[in-house]
C-alpha cells in the first residue's frame, strides 16, 4: 500500500479496513482516527465526506461505508472539490467481488487551477482577438469612406466634362488617382488578413465548378493584364465539382493572377491550368515573370514577406496575399506552394 503513488484504502468485506496508506491519513488529517487493519470503516469515511465541499448525496462513499462492496462492478472517478479549497480526485474499484475494494484520491488542486488559468488565458486571447478584429474592421470602414470619395473626386476631374487640365495637372491627378488606389488595396489586403487569420473565417460551402470559377477570376483580371501587356489563357480539364467555397477560392486565383500579373514584364504569358487528380483539384498559375528567389518559396506565404526581387517600386503591395491565401486553401484541406523558382518563371500550385 505504502508503494502507492496515490492515496489508497483497502476495504475488506464487513466494512472493515485492510489497509490505509499513510498518504490517505496525510490527504484527508485522519491522524485521530483509527486506521489500522481490522478498524471499521464507517468513521473513516464520515470524517472524509465532512470534507467535501458539497456535502455527500454520492452513493459510492455511502455504499463504502455500508459495507455493499460487492455491488462495485464498475470503476467510478469523480473529481470532488473539498471544503477547504483543494480538489481531489475519487476512484474507487472492486477488486473482485469477494475481496473487497480498492478507493485512492488523489490531489488534483494545481492541475485544477492550471487548467482553470489556461481557460482564462485563452478566453482573454480570444477576446483580445476580437477586439483587434472588431478595430480593423472599423479602421478600415473609417479609412475607406473618405479613399472612395477622394478616387471619386480624381474621376470626376479626368472627365473632360469638369473642364480641361492641363498635361501637368493631369499627370499630378494620375499620381492622387492611382496612390489612392493602392492605399484602397493595402487596407483590403489587411482587412482580407485580419478576417481570415483569425480563424474566424467560415466559409460557406458549395459545389464549385472549377472551369466557371477559374473563367470568373482570369475575365476580372484581363484588363489589368491587358494593361500590363501580358497574355493570359485558361485551360481547365474536364472534372467534377469541387467541394468548397466558390467566393474564398476565386480570391485565391485572383491573388495569384493580380501577382502573376504584377511581377511579369510586358510581353510575358500568365498561363492558369488546372485538372482533377484522384480525390482534389490541382489548379496552377505561371508566368513567365521575375519568378521566386530560390529559398523563398515558403517565407513568402508567412505574410507581411515580399522576395528581394520584388520590393522594387514597380510592384506595389503588402505581401498578405500570399498568406491569405493559403489560409483559405488550407481550410479547403488543400495545399499551396511554388512550383517552380526558376528565374523567369514563377508558377505557383
Ligand atoms: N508570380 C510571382 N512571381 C514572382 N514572385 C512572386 C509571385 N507571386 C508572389 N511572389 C513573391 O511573393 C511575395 C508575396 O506575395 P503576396 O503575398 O501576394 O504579396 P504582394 O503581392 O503584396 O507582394 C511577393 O512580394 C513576391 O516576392
Ligand atoms: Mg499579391
Excluded at 505504502?2 to 484527508?28: C, H, K, M, W, Y
Excluded at 485572383?254 to 500579373?261: F, K, S
Aim: a negative charge; charged letters at 20%; glycine letters at 10%.
Amino acid at each position: 500500500m505504502e508503494a502507492l503513488p496515490e492515496a489508497a484504502v483497502f476495504q475488506g468485506l464487513g466494512s472493515t479496513v485492510v489497509a490505509v496508506n499513510q498518504r490517505f491519513v496525510d490527504i484527508f488529517g485522519l491522524a485521530g482516527i483509527d486506521t489500522a487493519p481490522g478498524a471499521p470503516l464507517a468513521p473513516i469515511v464520515e470524517s472524509v465526506l465532512a470534507q467535501y465541499a458539497d456535502p455527500p448525496h454520492w452513493t459510492v462513499g455511502a455504499a463504502v461505508a455500508s459495507g455493499a462492496t460487492g455491488t462495485f462492478r464498475v470503476h467510478r472517478s469523480a473529481e470532488i472539490p473539498l471544503a477547504d479549497g483543494r480538489t481531489i480526485l475519487s476512484l474507487i474499484m472492486c477488486i473482485r467481488d469477494s475481496l473487497g475494494s480498492l478507493w485512492t484520491a488523489r490531489d488534483i488542486t494545481e492541475h485544477k487551477r492550471a487548467e482553470r488559468d489556461l481557460e482564462r488565458d485563452n478566453r482573454a486571447l480570444t477576446e483580445l482577438a476580437r477586439r483587434r478584429n472588431q478595430f480593423m474592421a472599423s479602421a478600415s470602414h473609417e479609412l475607406r469612406t473618405p479613399l472612395s470619395s477622394i478616387i471619386s473626386f480624381c474621376e470626376l476631374l479626368t472627365d473632360p466634362s469638369a473642364g480641361n487640365l492641363g498635361a501637368d495637372q493631369r499627370m499630378f491627378l494620375d499620381a492622387i488617382h492611382r496612390n489612392a488606389e493602392r492605399i484602397r488595396g493595402v487596407i483590403s489586403d489587411l482587412l482580407a488578413a485580419t478576417t481570415t487569420r483569425s480563424a474566424q473565417l467560415e466559409l460557406e460551402y458549395g459545389e464549385v465548378r472549377v472551369g466557371r470559377m477559374l473563367e470568373h477570376a482570369v475575365r476580372d483580371h484581363m484588363p489589368a493584364a491587358a494593361e500590363a501587356g501580358v497574355f493570359l489563357t485558361l485551360d481547365c480539364a474536364p472534372g467534377p465539382p469541387l467541394r468548397g467555397d466558390e467566393h474564398r477560392l476565386q480570391q485565391v486565383v485572383g491573388n495569384l493572377l493580380e501577382n502573376a500579373v504584377k511581377f511579369t514584364p510586358r510581353g510575358g504569358d500568365v498561363a492558369v491550368s488546372a485538372a482533377p487528380r484522384e480525390e482534389h483539384w490541382e489548379i496552377e498559375v505561371a508566368d513567365t515573370g521575375i519568378g521566386v528567389p530560390e529559398g523563398f518559396e515558403e517565407e513568402i506565404f508567412q505574410g507581411f514577406v515580399r522576395a528581394p526581387n520584388a520590393l522594387d517600386d514597380r510592384y506595389p503591395g503588402t505581401g498578405l496575399g500570399l498568406a491569405v491565401s493559403r489560409d483559405t486553401v488550407q481550410l479547403h484541406g488543400g495545399t499551396i506552394g511554388v512550383a517552380s523558382a526558376a528565374a523567369g518563371e514563377g508558377g505557383c500550385v
